[in-house]
């Protein structure tokens, strides 16, 4: 890949001000200074250094965030913060999808990735890959038989849709621990509803073998797929 499409791509700067500081020498391939916009680096092997600062460089960017309350799991909106502000240099110069979503009002475990197929495979139906909510209800009368045979809620489509736990405990009084493998419109607090209990508070705390662990809200870190799936 050419050295200023390499560094445009990571956000560093249009091509054309790229070209400006490459012919600066402010451009150093390893350890030899490019003058030459039109320069072929490979990323995967290549050391890049811009302003004698290491680019970094991820072919696969997989990052797992605590997403705190009151922020949107979308790259930008009008009205909320969003999640993807809290991600920082060098990460921030990625296009990252959201795999898996979390409402406004709910925290915990989240994943980006700048890989298209890791994120269908997380998000697709038929990859079956459970998630742990704790769930702090409003009350304590659980029908856990029905929980796990299953209830009728919507999606967002408002198509009715058989809802299944795949497992249910009791962790608290009034907290619960859920898994499921499916990802319908608001589907946990629809299915506690749907047992009259209205959800007071939901944090995902596992998506597959990934675990939210000792995360503090709007902290986050690398993972590689192996630890999820």
Same mark, same amino acid.
């Given at each position: 890949?050419?050295?200023?499409?390499?560094?445009?791509?990571?956000?560093?700067?249009?091509?054309?001000?790229?070209?400006?500081?490459?012919?600066?020498?402010?451009?150093?391939?390893?350890?030899?200074?490019?003058?030459?916009?039109?320069?072929?680096?490979? $990323?995967?092997?290549?050391?890049?250094?811009?302003?004698?600062?290491?680019?970094?460089?991820?072919?696969?960017?997989?990052?797992?965030?605590?997403?705190?309350?009151?922020?949107?799991?979308?790259?930008?909106?009008?009205?909320?913060?969003?999640?993807?502000?809290?991600?920082?240099?060098?990460?921030?110069?990625?296009?990252?999808?959201?795999?898996?979503?979390?409402?406004?009002?709910?925290? =915990?475990? !989240?994943?980006?990735?700048?890989? =298209?197929?890791?994120?269908?495979?997380?998000?697709?139906?038929n990859s079956k890959i459970a998630k742990i909510y704790e769930v702090l209800t409003d009350n304590t009368n659980l029908n856990y038989e029905k929980m796990l045979d299953g209830v009728i809620i919507k999606d967002k489509d408002?198509? #009715?849709? !058989?809802?299944?736990?795949?497992?249910?405990?009791?962790?608290?009084?009034?907290?619960?621990?859920?898994?499921?493998?499916?990802?319908?419109?608001?589907?946990?607090?629809?299915?506690?509803?749907?047992?009259?209990?209205?959800?007071?508070?939901?944090?995902?705390?596992?998506?597959?073998?990934?675990?939210?662990? #000792? !995360?503090? $809200?709007?902290?986050?870190?690398?993972?590689?797929? #192996?630890?999820?799936?």
């Amino acid at each position: 890949m050419r050295i200023d499409k390499f560094l445009s791509n990571l956000k560093y700067g249009s091509r054309s001000n790229i070209g400006i500081d490459i012919k600066k020498g402010l451009v150093k391939i390893n350890d030899k200074i490019i003058t030459d916009s039109h320069f072929k680096v490979n $990323p995967l092997k290549d050391k890049v250094f811009y302003n004698n600062i290491l680019v970094p460089y991820f072919k696969n960017l997989n990052l797992m965030i605590y997403k705190p309350k009151g922020y949107l799991s979308a790259n930008s909106d009008n009205l909320h913060e969003v999640v993807v502000s809290l991600i920082k240099d060098p990460f921030d110069k990625y296009d990252l999808k959201i795999a898996g979503r979390l409402d406004l009002d709910s925290e =915990g475990l !989240l994943i980006l990735t700048n890989t =298209g197929s890791f994120a269908h495979k997380i998000t697709s139906p038929n990859s079956k890959i459970a998630k742990i909510y704790e769930v702090l209800t409003d009350n304590t009368n659980l029908n856990y038989e029905k929980m796990l045979d299953g209830v009728i809620i919507k999606d967002k489509d408002n198509v #009715d849709f !058989l809802a299944k736990a795949l497992k249910i405990i009791k962790i608290g009084e009034n907290l619960f621990e859920i898994t499921i493998d499916e990802g319908k419109f608001h589907q946990v607090k629809r299915m506690f509803k749907a047992l009259e209990m209205n959800v007071i508070n939901l944090k995902r705390i596992q998506i597959g073998k990934l675990k939210l662990g #000792d !995360l503090k $809200p709007g902290e986050y870190r690398i993972f590689d797929e #192996d630890e999820l799936l």
